[in-house]
């Protein structure tokens, strides 16, 4: 099979998708789409490409299965804009080659992200890593973004004054806070990426991250528009059952009604979100 061109592919490559009050996502190159998975998967018994219905049943099969080796025959490179959280959130990720800029060789730039008010809420009473779903009112939110411009400003100013003096560019650095924007190129396989997809799509990620990874999930679809609707079908809208969660469901389906047999706790909480959800949990 010759190199694979994919059309929508072709058409967003290089174009800047916004992410952020400054981010950015920009696919850079690509490596396969839908055929190159449907060719790595027959390439053992040697068939041609058959219909699209067919091929889009493999695919299925494939995702639907677990048989990931020919998902990773589709890479992905990426240029991303991000904030230093985001990317440190990012980078626990260990499945992808990263190239990103170096604050020891280069100037960095005044660029730090503030959250959208409507982002920006107290911590949340049920989730110890998150926050709230209820934002602050405008004026507290106005007041945080205030603080947190008033705090960029003043370490900017002295990492500018610390390079004016010539002190080294890796020393400057170190007060920079974490809202600063970094840049790197990303590249990763398919199947790689669906994990991150699926991790960093769930709602107990940073809303920050997920905005980037709808990004990316987006661009990936315009290479591999049936691999990723197979993984939105099978993955991202379907639930994983533990052996004691099965066991809830033949319960119920089967109209048992042994109390000692049921969950309980927050066992059966977290069994309840799933079935409510319809959503990786």
Same mark, same amino acid.
């Given at each position: 099979?010759?190199?694979?061109?994919?059309?929508?592919?072709?058409?967003?490559?290089?174009?800047?998708?916004?992410?952020?009050?400054?981010?950015?996502?920009?696919?850079?190159?690509?490596?396969?789409?839908?055929?190159?998975?449907?060719?790595? &998967?027959?390439? !053992?018994?040697?068939? *041609?490409?058959?219909?699209? %219905? /067919?091929? @889009?049943?493999?695919?299925?099969? +494939?995702?639907?299965?677990?048989?990931?080796?020919?998902?990773?025959?589709?890479?992905?490179?990426?240029?991303?804009?991000?904030?230093?959280?985001?990317?440190?959130?990012?980078?626990?990720?260990?499945?992808?080659?990263?190239?990103?800029?170096?604050?020891?060789?280069?100037?960095?730039?005044?660029?730090?992200?503030?959250?959208?008010?409507?982002?920006?809420?107290?911590?949340?009473?049920?989730?110890?890593?998150?926050?709230?779903?209820?934002?602050?009112?405008?004026?507290?939110?106005?007041?945080?973004?205030?603080?947190?411009?008033?705090?960029?400003?003043?370490?900017? &100013?002295?990492? !500018?004054?610390?390079? *004016?003096?010539?002190?080294? %560019? /890796?020393? @400057?650095?170190?007060?920079?806070? +974490?809202?600063?924007?970094?840049?790197?190129?990303?590249?990763?396989?398919?199947?790689?990426?669906?994990?991150?997809?699926?991790?960093?799509?769930?709602?107990?990620?940073?809303?920050?991250?997920?905005?980037?990874?709808?990004?990316?999930?987006?661009?990936?679809?315009?290479?591999?528009?049936?691999?990723?609707?197979?993984?939105?079908?099978?993955?991202?809208?379907?639930?994983?059952?533990?052996?004691?969660?099965?066991?809830?469901?033949?319960?119920?389906?089967?109209?048992?009604?042994?109390?000692?047999?049921?969950?309980?706790?927050?066992?059966?909480?977290?069994?309840?979100?799933?079935?409510?959800?319809?959503?990786?949990?």
């Amino acid at each position: 099979m010759a190199h694979c061109v994919v059309e929508e592919a072709e058409a967003a490559l290089d174009r800047e998708f916004p992410v952020l009050d400054r981010g950015f996502v920009r696919l850079v190159d690509y490596l396969g789409g839908d055929e190159r998975v449907v060719q790595a &998967a027959r390439v !053992s018994y040697g068939a *041609e490409t058959k219909s699209y %219905r /067919e091929d @889009a049943g493999l695919i299925d099969y +494939l995702m639907r299965n677990r048989h990931t080796s020919p998902f990773e025959q589709v890479v992905l490179t990426f240029h991303i804009k991000l904030p230093l959280f985001v990317a440190r959130q990012w980078v626990r990720h260990r499945t992808a080659r990263i190239n990103e800029i170096s604050g020891r060789y280069s100037v960095l730039k005044d660029e730090f992200y503030i959250p959208a008010p409507e982002h920006i809420a107290l911590q949340s009473a049920d989730n110890k890593q998150g926050r709230s779903e209820e934002p602050l009112d405008s004026v507290q939110a106005g007041q945080v973004r205030d603080a947190l411009a008033s705090g960029q400003r003043d370490a900017y &100013a002295a990492y !500018s004054s610390f390079i *004016e003096r010539g002190i080294a %560019r /890796e020393l @400057a650095r170190i007060n920079l806070p +974490l809202s600063l924007y970094t840049e790197w190129y990303w590249q990763i396989d398919l199947h790689n990426l669906f994990h991150f997809l699926s991790l960093r799509l769930d709602a107990h990620a940073q809303k920050e991250i997920r905005l980037y990874a709808e990004t990316l999930l987006a661009l990936a679809r315009k290479a591999a528009p049936r691999c990723c609707d197979s993984f939105d079908r099978h993955i991202l809208g379907g639930v994983t059952f533990s052996r004691d969660e099965a066991a809830e469901l033949r319960r119920r389906l089967t109209g048992s009604s042994a109390p000692e047999q049921g969950l309980t706790g927050k066992a059966l909480e977290r069994f309840e979100e799933k079935l409510k959800s319809g959503r990786q949990v």
